[in-house]
């Protein structure tokens, strides 16, 4: 407001090289704080400058200058785009082969940041020549530039299979891979997020990743002490368990599932969520895959999950991820029946008391879920208890299963009447002719008039 930019603009081009570094940082600063002033240093024509004297001057302009450009790219694509249009990723990208690690470093954050918001500028950072210097910064001995690099490399591939590709063709996976052992956890983080944006795009790439022979060595990331290494560790395998049976197998086999398992139940909140979904992936798949989880004991984790995350958001997945184990045969909608997930379900489901956008995706998730494994449940003590709170949409389902056991089964047609179960299906009011009373039909007529009345 004092009129501060018009004042520091001529010092950038100061004789005494100090002033230059310490007018640049100024700026930096007032940029970094929002994107109101980072716009008045991009109108305050201050960029052109920045970007004239990067070739020439010393290490401390040019980390300085970086990160005035960081500053102003990171607020928003428009933000970052008139930083591309300054011609300053040509420069940046010349800086990515400094001497000196810490302008290295510098540059890297600052073409991270713009290529972060979106394609398009992802792109623009590719084509100015970018990758090959960073895979060779990932390689350096600095663990900070290490880190940059890699987050850099991450927030490339994360928008298509194309630029993930043209990180993978500079030979990235093959130095990220190397990392996961690293004893910094920082760098890990980085690391492993950037090879979960690689694989995550396709199967080829995925296969890619895994061919680097990730496994079973990003199983110990799961037991790290750092939260986001677990995260970044598990939300890896999910995106690989997601694309094909056989890649689902290839983690099963390693061990993968087990130390899934464990880290679900070694943690709380959204650090769980990617291994819920990586075991809803793995099971959705195939019968046999599914009975993997189921035998690897992951059900009850997923259990607590529903219990214990007050999270809309995990609790839906850890319901898709249960209906996605039930939802094969009798077999493994038994399974998880017998760990009394159906009633917890059903509360869920009939809980609506906030009509916000996340709780009704957790209700269709939960419905989902619950439809899948009661379709295939045919264990009739953990079906029971629902026939008391079920709304009718839900109920049905219930009832159904029902009507396909008893006319089968003698000793459960002698439990259905002394548990009550026949007297509350008499109070259902259905529908003439809706499936549910024909569901009902089928039950009454497994009785004797007299019993039925």
Aim: overall charge neutral; some cysteine.
């Amino acid at each position: 407001n004092s009129g501060v930019l018009s004042l520091l603009r001529p010092l950038l081009l100061d004789v005494v090289p100090t002033i230059q570094q310490t007018a640049a940082l100024a700026l930096g600063r007032l940029a970094n704080y929002n994107d109101a002033l980072a716009e008045a240093v991009v109108k305050g024509n201050i960029l052109p400058h920045l970007v004239c004297s990067l070739s020439e001057q010393n290490r401390f302009y040019k980390k300085a200058a970086a990160f005035v450009l960081r500053a102003v790219g990171k607020h928003s694509p428009q933000l970052a785009q008139a930083i591309v249009q300054c011609g300053a990723l040509e420069m940046l990208v010349i800086c990515l082969e400094d001497f000196d690690p810490g302008v290295k470093e510098a540059a890297s954050w600052a073409l991270g940041y713009i290529a972060r918001h979106n394609s398009e500028l992802s792109q623009a950072v590719v084509d100015a020549g970018a990758v090959p210097l960073l895979v060779l910064c990932i390689q350096e001995p600095e663990i900070a530039l290490k880190r940059i690099a890699a987050s850099t490399l991450s927030d490339i591939s994360k928008h298509s299979p194309e630029l993930a590709q043209t990180v993978v063709d500079a030979g990235a996976i093959a130095h990220l891979a190397q990392m996961i052992l690293n004893p910094d956890a920082k760098l890990k983080r980085q690391v492993l997020s950037a090879l979960s944006q690689i694989a995550k795009h396709s199967v080829d790439l995925a296969e890619l990743v895994v061919e680097a022979e990730i496994f079973p060595v990003v199983l110990t990331c799961l037991k790290d002490s750092d939260e986001y290494v677990k995260k970044n560790g598990a939300t890896l395998i999910r995106e690989i368990a997601k694309h094909t049976p056989e890649l689902s197998q290839l983690i099963v086999n390693a061990g993968g599932v087990a130390a899934v398992i464990d880290c679900i139940g070694s943690c709380r909140g959204t650090v769980r969520l990617p291994g819920i979904m990586m075991l809803g992936y793995v099971a959705a798949h195939s019968e046999n895959l599914s009975m993997a989880v189921i035998v690897s004991k992951g059900i009850p984790p997923l259990c607590a999950c529903l219990i214990e995350e007050h999270e809309d958001h995990i609790k839906a997945a850890a319901a898709w991820a249960l209906g996605q184990v039930g939802r094969h045969t009798p077999e493994h909608a038994r399974a998880v029946a017998v760990a009394n997930v159906l009633p917890t379900l059903l509360a869920m489901y009939m809980d609506t008391r906030s009509s916000e956008d996340l709780q009704i995706k957790a209700s269709i998730f939960t419905k989902r879920a619950l439809k899948s494994i009661l379709q295939k449940c045919t264990y009739l003590p953990a079906l029971e208890p629902l026939l008391h709170d079920a709304p009718p949409n839900i109920m049905k389902h219930i009832v159904g299963q029902f009507s396909k056991v008893l006319p089968h089964d003698s000793k459960a047609r002698r439990l259905f009447v002394t548990t009550g179960g026949l007297k509350k299906v008499q109070e259902i009011k259905a529908e003439p002719g809706s499936l549910l009373q024909e569901y009902i039909n089928t039950i009454n007529s497994c009785y004797p008039e007299e019993i039925v009345r």
